[in-house]
Structures are given as structure tokens and as C-alpha cells.
């Protein structure tokens, strides 16, 4: 074994209250208290792991500080794809990080430190009145839950537009653990009020209530983090008393019964923390496996622990000069950091011959199928694993890829995961109920009217039939298998929440969509067509945080990075008529920034008038600048901001100190909208022309006019615009159809219309989000199935088109995969053989077609895209000859 005390992971000497390593054992996350605001930095493991690399200056140790939390951090999760980083803390606030291609910042305050990586907060997840004080992500990365304060956990859609479907309600204090179980079919949480409760994630209701082992506890913890073990067998969690001293409670998933823990500290538990791993003594004890657990306490003390030993295997006293406050293990299973309210961490790295082999995937897997049963769980919903198959040997394993999208969301966009290569069965037109299914949801939109959310009622079921009993003889590592006894719960009626989604002008935040970027070289370029794609689906703009402070009821334009919003007198939508001045007014940017406007403030010479802009950073005034002419709008990136003035000009700053980029830019009329992205401003002015210019290479990559997609009675309004890497815009308006403008075609092109009939006519999208409550016209809606499927297709074709258009490879496989479903399930042979001749190409390239046949599409090659198609097209049994005959062809054109 060995430990290490790295001494430069430090918050400044703040305390460390979390600590997370990174799936791929490269880098780990802290959280905590910075200055005057919650700190996450981002470190390298490098210089731990390697002491050659330690005393390496080419080597960096930190790799990237974030200090956008206005108050201390509890909380750092790393998802289970490594993709996001979760971060949540006093501010009531949960922010998802992801890795972007800027790097080489410098951290403001942060004396001399340099950002070698550049993580964005890309989504701020905003419910809990409280401050937030654990998160945990599902097993499959498809929700997020936190705990907070306010006594309720909250679940989190994370693979559509982030939103809260569920807050579970019961405890009656400080909710300060959360712990998914690994089969997805439940999660626990850990509350001051002496209770840990399990929550069933079918429909988010609660399973069971365990006291009995936290009746004693006098105190409190500043954290109880608990956790399940990785054979889902057992709940361990913290601040437990048996028979007056601290334990950490274990608590088995059959009949939650609570007759074993673990002993020996000698103050409170704070955090407990498996392996990921399962584990055996060596590859010839088959059998014999057992899991690891490492427990921290507030003695200061670590200890480690075997379930195949009545004792512990390692404990190390007086490791911090204060409480240990969260654990993390690595991936690989052989390292674990610790982290202490004494702000320092600990790196304890182990081998084989101390903890044990590791226990293969495979054999893991078949684990599970032994102690759950051949069923798939994932997140309460059963998935089929089975199917007929004529002609199994068409498939070649080594070709195989999960590909069959698994669920679709309830507002038309394809979740961004797969079904497993033992679950692609045949979902039919399934779809899938989510959230609780006691609870009518009714909201009010920006133009006043009701929006009623659809709730699945299904039909009486007896207690949980579904629970299959476990196998006798699976690993060792299980205690005892008592019979499992369910609890009964009275039925509740639906009841109807009310909420309010009017946006206040000005003062909008809107979280954006997440999604694994893609593994092409362009991953930022296409996960940002992601993120777009799915606001075009609900014709959202990207919005974050914003603040404002205006003296009088005149407009403003306000923006953070990459975001714009400028504000009407009388209206919450935006309208083409010219912004007015008003004498001071701020703009809240990121990494500390705001920016403060006054017009009219000091005077030169007689009577002449000069106009400040100031960039404050951290409270403090980094620079300021003048102005001739009163200024009536601003919009800033990492690159530069921008400011537009009363006569008709736009001037732009550079953002590092404030020296102008460009000279002063004539308009051709009063400013209406101003937005600033990366290294592009784009102005919207009164006669309704837009321009975007590239700053850094100073010229003009677009100069059109609008009008022809607004109304002349104004009914129809501009709601947002997004700037493409390309400089080219993409708008919305309020009639909900998005635009981008393509050069190549000399137009604009529609990409997107939340009302379109396809949309919510098809299986992708139930009853339409506008017009669905009580006394809406309903006479439009097919109810043929044949029809829907139909539906279905044409409107994946016109999202196909526009993904084409935006550039979003891996988007256009999703769709492309839920085409190629609906044509399979209605088995429409001709088109898919169309489709799959395309994707094969001519097998002779010499052809007239072949010249004519392009390989690739969005970068993607045909035949690499061929393989998913015919895996879906093969839960259609019937289908299965065509798969055949196309699988023989592709190999054959692959030996060639």
C-alpha cells in the first residue's frame, strides 16, 4: 500500500468538502470553499501517481479552477461516462460542467494560475430552496438526484432539456446523502431526522423507511454519504449507534433488515464508499467473491474494509487534523482519495495482492442475471431480452454496436443511449412512462395560456408481482438471504401542481440540454449542434444566468457569455423596435464578470457629455472606457464585448483590457438585438436587417434581412438568436419556427417548428405542448396506428434534413436509427432496401453510380452506419432474410 499527502492540492487552505475521481483514472474533481464563492478545481493525477511527473514543470498538477458557485461547494460527481461534471453547493444551485476546446486562461485572482483545460457550465439546475448538499447520478447517466436542506431530493432528467420530474418528499430534516443502487431500481437518501429512506425509481414513491439504527444518534454530521455495494446487496450508510457507539449501518436489500454493521470508530461516520469492483483472492478462488468498503469518520481516522473478513484490512488513524468528509475510488479499483474539512486530501494506492483480483465484466454480468433474473433493470423499467431469430449467424460479433435507441422522450427527441446488445427486442411503438404517476402538472405559458402535462395512469396491479426470488448459491459475498418482504402503501389521487412559466423580461434562466459529445474530431462542433438541435425542439433559446439592475422602466440589451437577451418596455418577447437609453444598467457576465453602463455621467468642456463602460471583475474594476454617444445595449464572450449606442453604432472591447478591436461600426439603423459569440457579434436593427461580423478576422459573414419571416402586424416577434461556428445565425421567432441562413443556397432555411402537425402526429411526440389543455381542438389527432407510424417516418426525415444541414453526425444516427424502426415495424421492405443500397453503396465503384455515390455523410461512413440499421431492422423477425443478404454483401465488400 501506499499514501500519499500531495500538499499542493490545496483550496488555499479553505476546507475540502468533496472529492471525485474521473472514470478514466487521469484526473479527479474537488469542491469546496474559494474566495468569496464555492471553488471546483479540476486536478491532474499524474503528479500523484508518478513522482518523476510531480517534479516535471511541463507537467500541469492543476488543470482547470471553477469559481462560478456564489457560495461554498458541497458536492462533485463525476457522471458515469465521464462526459459531466456535477457540482452543487449553498447557492441553491446545481451546475453541470463539461470539457470545451479553450484552455490557457488565466484564473482571475487565482495569482498567476493558469487554466490548462476549460470546463463551461453548460446547464444550471435551479428547484431546491435550500442549500444543495450530495449528488448522485443513475447507473446509466439518465438522472441526476440532490439533496438539500430544504428536506427533499430531487431527480433530474438529464438526457433531454435537464428539468425535475420528481421531488421526493418524507424527510423531515436535512437531506445530506443520496446513493443510486447499481441496478437502477432504486435510490436511498440519509437525512438528520434519523432516517434512511428507499425510494423506488419506477415511480419515485417510497419503498421503505429504516430508523431503528439511528434512534440513539445524539449529533450530527456535517455530511451522511452512504452507498450500496456493486453487487447491490447491501445499503451501508453513515451515523449509526450500536449500543452507544458509532457504526456504519449495513442494511440488506432483501427485507431491509439492519442486524450487521461495521465497528470501530470511535467518532460519528461521515462517508462511506465502495468499490466499484467486485473482487476474489485470485483467479482460481471461483466463487469466492467479495466486495470492498471504505468508511471515513469524524475521529479523523480511515479504515478498509473486506466483506470476506470479519476484521478490518487496513486502518489509518489521525490521516487529517479534522473529519473526513468524502471518499473516492477509482475505476480501476486499486486507488482511493480522501478529502478533510482541514482542507488537504489523501492518495492511497493499493495492488492485487492486498485487495484481491478484479472480477470481470462478463462474469459480473452473469452475476446479476443470476441474483435478478434474466431481466434487464434500468431505472424500474423491464426491458425484453429475448428474441426469435431465423438466421442468428448474420450477425459478426466483432461488428456489433449497441445502436437501437431505448426510449423516446416525451417531447419528441431521442434520449442518447442504447439498448445493451442482449436487450434489442422489438419496443414496438412503446413509450415509455416516466416520473410519478400521481401528479398532474399544470403550468401557465408566456402567453398566458394553460398547459396541461398528460399523466399515465396504469391499470391496478397486484403487489409487485414482478419480484423474482435469488439464486442460493451466488457470491459469498452475500451475508444472508432472508426472505424479502414488500411494503403496501395506500393509493393516492392524483393531484394537480401548479406552475408558473412565464419568463420575466430581463431576468431569464434557462438550462440547456446536455449529451456525450461525439468521438469525431470535431466533438465540440457537434455536441453543440446537439445542445441546438434539442432547444430548436421546444424553440428555446441557450440562456443562463442573468442579473440585471436597471434605474428606470427604459430597455436593455443584457448578455453572459454566448447568451443574449434584450428586454421590451411591455412585452417579454422581443420586438423589432429600437432599444432607448436609460442612465445606468449592469450585465452580469461569466468567470466573475459584470459589466456597468452610465450615461450621462461626466461631463468635458460645456455642456459635452461622456459615457462610461466598466468591466468589474470579482467586485473589482478591471478597466473602463468612454463613450461619445449614450449606450443602450451590451452582450461580452471570452473574447470580446460589445456595445451598441443611441446613434446607431457598435463598438467592440476586447475583454482583457478593454482596448478597442475595431473602430466604431455604422449601422444601418437603431440596434434591437445584440448577441455575442466567441469571436462573432450579430445586431438586429430596427428596419429588421441582421449582420454578424468575425471580430478577430474583421469582415462580414453575413448581411441579410428578416422581415420575410416575421408578420407585418408584429404579431410574429424574433425570440432568439444562436450563432453557429460557421457565423451563420440560427433564429427564433414566437410563431415557434427556428431559421439558419445557408450561403450556399442564398435562403433561409426552416429547421425547426415546434407546432409542426408531423411532430406531434407521430409516435415521437404525444399531444402537442400548445393548445392541450381542456377545450382544445383535438379533431386533428390520429389515432390510426398505421398513421402515427407514418407520421413517425416523414418526421424523422425532415429532422434528418436539418441535422444535415446543422452538421450533427451523431443526432442524424439517432434519427436515422428511428426511422429505419418505424419502416421496420410497418415492414416496408422496398424503402428499406432503397435505404440499405445507399448505405452499401455499388459494388462495383466503376459504375456510373458508384462515380456518383458519396462514401461518407457528416463525416460518417455509409457502411460503418449499415451495421446499426440491419441490427434494428432485425427485431423485425420478417425482416431478417434482407438483414442477411445486406450483412453477406458488407462482408464481403469488407474482405475485398
Known sequence: MKLLKPAWVTHDGKPIFSIDIHPDGSKFATGGQGDDSGRVVIWNVAPIVKEQAEEDDNVPKLLCQMDNHLACV???????SGQYLASGGDDKLVMIWQLTRYAGSTIFGGGGKTNVEHWRCVSTLRGHSGDVLDLGWSPDDQYLASSSVDNTVRIWNMLNMPESIAVLKGHTGLVKGIAWDPIGKYVASQSDDKTVRVWKTADWKQETVVTEPFEECGGTTHVLRLNWSPDGQYLVSAHAMNGGGPTAQIIEREGWKTDKDFVGHRKAITCVSFNSNMLRKSASHKGTNYCCCAIGSRDRSLSIWLTSLKRPLVVIHELFLNSVLDLSWSRSGYQLMACSWDGSVAYIEFDDKELGQIVSVEEKENLFQRMYGKKSFSMGVDKKASIVIEDPDWIQPQLVEPSVPSVIDDDGGMQDHYLSSDSRASRSSQIVAKGPIDKQIETRTVDGRRRITPVFIPPPMEEDDAQSSHASNHSSAALVQPTFSSSTEAKSKIVVEKRDEVTKPGLSSTTTSTSPPPSQPNARKEMSNILLNRRLERNEPERRVVSVRTSGPSTASVATTGVSIVRAPDSDKIAISPLSVQKTFSVSASHGR???????????????????????????????????????GCAASLYCAAVTCSDATLHCFAIGDGSRMIPGIKLQGPA???????????????????????????KSTLKTSILNLTD??????????????TGLPILSFS????????????TWLLLSDALDPLRHGSDLQGISSS???????????????????????????????????LNSPAEYRTWLLTKVKYMAQQGMEDRLRSLCEDLLGPVHRSSQRGKNWQPTILTMKKNDLLIPVLQVMATNVKMQRLCTEFQQQLKMLTEL
Open 735 to 746: 410563431n415557434s419556427k427556428t431559421y439558419t441562413y445557408s450561403t450556399d443556397m442564398d
Open 594 to 632: 459584470s459589466f456597468e453602463i452610465e450615461n450621462q455621467s461626466y461631463f468635458v468642456g460645456h455642456k459635452m457629455a461622456v459615457h462610461k463602460l466598466s468591466c468589474v471583475v470579482n467586485g473589482k474594476v478591471a478597466w473602463d472606457v468612454f463613450m461619445s454617444s449614450p449606450m443602450v
Open 672 to 698: 434591437v438585438h445584440l448577441r455575442v459569440q466567441d469571436h462573432f457579434v450579430s445586431i438586429v436593427t430596427a428596419h429588421g436587417q441582421i449582420n454578424v461580423w468575425d471580430i478577430v478576422k474583421k
Open 771 to 805: 393548445g392541450a389543455g381542456p377545450g382544445a381542438n383535438r379533431s386533428s389527432v390520429i389515432n390510426s396506428a398505421d398513421s402515427k407510424i407514418t407520421c413517425s417516418i416523414s418526421y424523422a426525415d425532415v429532422k434528418m434534413s436539418s441535422l444535415v444541414e
Open 712 to 725: 407585418s402586424d408584429g404579431s410574429v416577434t424574433l425570440t432568439s438568436c444562436t450563432i453557429r461556428d
Open 74 to 80: 458541497n458536492c462533485v460527481r463525476w457522471s458515469n
